[in-house]
């Protein structure tokens, strides 16, 4: 069935009073009320695209005269019908991963597996503390020796001492890579690994050996540990949807709407750059491993910890960011402010933009409030609501430089974000303009 703007119009006038019941409805079907709450948003969205997409009461469908009687009944069944559409996408993709999964089981690999890699892991630790604690000169040489292939004769002559002294640091580099290695091993070689893992692990640890000893060799080691990605991804949102994204640690990723982030991780920390819009991380725990948040020249760095961040556009080009906190700490850090950090906690926020940084407290529940449909603005710009209103609204929300400056705090239901600015003249001296492209300006009353 094809709907009229008519009939479209009058589902959405009803739409936040049957907000509560649609969230029941959908949370029913899906099991999760986050998950519901994004359902009920884009019903929301799907129905202000259709009234935009259409010139008037002239498109064809129901008429003016056949506004539905029960809205809300309306509503529900759209929403159970997305939440079925919803799962049968889940179903659909995790058969594809079931069949990946034995796909990559059945075909024929030689990247080692997860025994192998835990194993390389700690050997490369091992190996690294063993040339670690060896002479500068005994390190020197075995590098060298191991890596750049050079004969002793001419390590001797480099080094300016006797080939003999040379060939006691190659033996004392020797003995105390393997003592420590076999210390790791339990004290027994015999036996310990497969044969295929033993090569395996020669190769990588003559390969790591190469690198890790003498000035440049250890740095040129230490380089590639900070540089080496190992994992990476880059996601955008379209306008009006969340997005959701797991990470291989067990961590998670919301993004805001029309946002953008990277992300990396590397042997020693999880970098994540939030180009634009707003993100909700959920980390999972890992000392060794910190996970680390750059937006708009600002740092965020966690071990494990909920938390959202949001790249506010600020003024002279200068972008801002706020950091909310919902359980654990964080550590804040801001280029600007010549690297001061801030420590946040539970309910604990921050806003900076420039130099400046402003602390701010609210319920935990608030930090990222637009994961469950709303805005909360306290002191901000009303220049700053419509932008961030945009995000979601299917139409353009602008305002003239006089009425932007006007201050505002509330909260705002993003599905009914038309309904909100249409009465702004009842709180501000502004009037609101529909303009000719559909979308809306909003300029101060004469």
Known sequence: MELSASFTRALLSGFDRAYADLLRVAARS?????????????????????????????????????????????LAVMAQHMALDAQRRRQRHLRYLDEAAVHAQLAPSHAPDVADSVMYRQALAVLEDALAGLPERS????????????RQPVIAERLGVSLNTVERDLIQAHACIEDALRRWRGGSDA???????????????????????????????????????????RWSSARGQLARHDLPDGSSLLLDAASSAEVRYFAARRVVALARGAAFFDVARNPGRPFIVQAGGVRVTVLGTRFGVEVVPGSGGRDGVTVQVESGRVRVESDAAGGTPHELGAGEGLRLEGAAAVRTRAAPG????????????????????????????PFALE????????????????????????????????????????????APAR
């Open 366 to 393: 608030d930090a990222a409030s637009w994961r469950h449909g709303e805005l909360v603005f306290a002191e901000s710009t009303l220049g700053e609501a419509l932008q961030r209103l945009s995000r979601y609204a």
């Open 191 to 233: 036996g310990a690994w497969r044969a295929g893992r033993r090569r395996s692990l020669g190769a990588l640890l003559g390969l790591a050996g190469m690198g890790l000893g003498g000035g440049v060799g250890w740095r040129q080691w230490q380089l590639y540990r900070d540089t080496h990605v190992q994992w990476q991804a």
């Open 30 to 74: 899906t099991g999760s009320r986050e998950e519901a709450g994004d359902l009920v948003h884009d019903t929301w969205l799907r129905l202000a695209e259709h009234v935009r997409g259409m010139p008037g009461d002239k498109a064809g469908g129901a008429t003016a005269e056949e506004a539905p009687r029960d809205a809300t009944a309306y």
């Open 399 to 442: 305002a003239t430089p006089e009425a932007a400056r006007l201050l505002l705090s509330g909260r705002v239901r993003i599905a009914r974000a038309h309904a909100w600015v249409g009465e702004l003249p009842r709180a501000l001296p502004v009037q609101v303009r529909r303009q000719a492209d559909g979308g809306w300006l909003v």
């Open 139 to 150: 390190r020197a040489a075995f590098v060298a020796h191991r890596m750049h292939g050079e």
